[in-house]
Structures are given as structure tokens and as C-alpha cells.
């Protein structure tokens, strides 16, 4: 009847909190630490290791998954707010639900004062929750993926650990290359403010 944020194309928020929040950690450290050179004769630990998906591909994953789990907190506290506000805790509205699911509802448990909120408000709920979807199938397709690569890449990302080190380590490389060249333009832009100006006095 109702998914509650746990259909099988929205699922990637509990398993990736752990993984974001390192991201977010790596990505936060001081230029120092992050850009650190990388010694060309070190042997790539990557190198012999293949995957089903290509770099680009995980790479719009990760970054995309970000987006998704904003995404489903965002929905999640629509979803509690407008429970509270029709009269039910969401911890009760779910118990209504599980017991709604098993024919349970007329075992007493449950006032009929409670039942009818339950009935009026949930299918608000099912109309945030499509919304919700839709906007993640939208989002899936601005990274250029289609939700069954997305779905193909989640599987296999929640079952090989490998494949979680490997899309930290491209993570990781994207950001410290993108600090090299934010350098690299600094670098330019004060050789090119120091080539325009006018010499002194004497010299």
C-alpha cells in the first residue's frame, strides 16, 4: 500500500550515511592533507582491478547519491510534518500502517478516532512519496543514467566492498585534481596581474 521510503529505487539513503559523511570528511580536509603529491613510480593499486561500470558512470553515481539522500530527508520530514499535523505521531501512523498491511486494524488496538486520521492523511503521504520518486528519477537522468543503470550500479555498490573503495578512490582523485587546478589558474592569473603591471620607478 504505501512504500515509506523503502521501494527499491529509493533506497540509497541508509546504506550510503556512513559513506557520504567519510566523503564529506575526505573532501573537507585542508589543502595540505587533500592535494598531497602522488608519486608517479607508486604502483596503482587499481591498476589489474575491473568493474562492470565505467568511471564516469560511478562517478555520476556517487555524486547523484549525494542529491538522492538530500533528497529523501527532505521527503522524510514532509512526510512526519504532515503526519503530525492531521493529529498522529509518526511512529503511530506506521504502526497503523504495519497493522492496515495484515488486516489488523480491528483488533482494538487502534482508537476509530486514530483509524480515520490514519485513512485521511495517508494518501497525502502516497502523493509525497510520488513526487518524491519522480524527482529521483529526474535527478537519476540529469546525470546521464538511466534508473536501470542506477539500480544495476546500487545492487552490485551494496554487495563489493571493492567497488565502495573504488568509488572513494575516485572521489577522492576528482577532488585533490580539482584543487591541482584551481592552483593551476591562481598560478596564471597572478603571472598575468604581474605581467600587467606597470614597472617602477627606476627600474
Known sequence: M??????????????????????????GLPLSAAAQEVREEEEDPWADVEFAFEDEQLLAFFDVNQE????????QEQIVATVEQAGL???????????AQIGGLQGGAFSAEE???????????????????????????????SMEQY?????????DTQLQE?????????AIEKIREERRREAEQELQQQQQEPPQNGQ
Not at 5 to 11: C, D, G, I
Open 68 to 75: 538522492i539522500s538530500a533528497l529523501q530527508r527532505q521527503t
Open 2 to 27: 504505501f512504500n515509506f521510503l523503502k521501494s527499491s529505487a529509493s533506497e540509497a539513503s541508509t546504506p550510503f550515511m556512513v559513506f557520504f559523511i567519510a566523503i564529506a570528511f575526505l573532501l
Open 151 to 159: 539500480r544495476d550500479i546500487l545492487t552490485e555498490f551494496r554487495q
Open 115 to 145: 483509524i480515520e486520521i490514519f485513512n485521511a492523511v495517508a494518501p497525502r503521504v502516497t502523493a509525497i512519496q510520488r513526487d518524491m520518486q519522480g524527482s529521483m528519477q529526474e535527478l537519476v537522468m540529469n546525470y546521464d543514467l
Open 166 to 174: 573504488y568509488v572513494t578512490h575516485l572521489a577522492r582523485e576528482r
Open 89 to 99: 505521531t509518526h511512529e503511530r501512523f506506521q504502526q497503523i500502517h504495519r497493522a
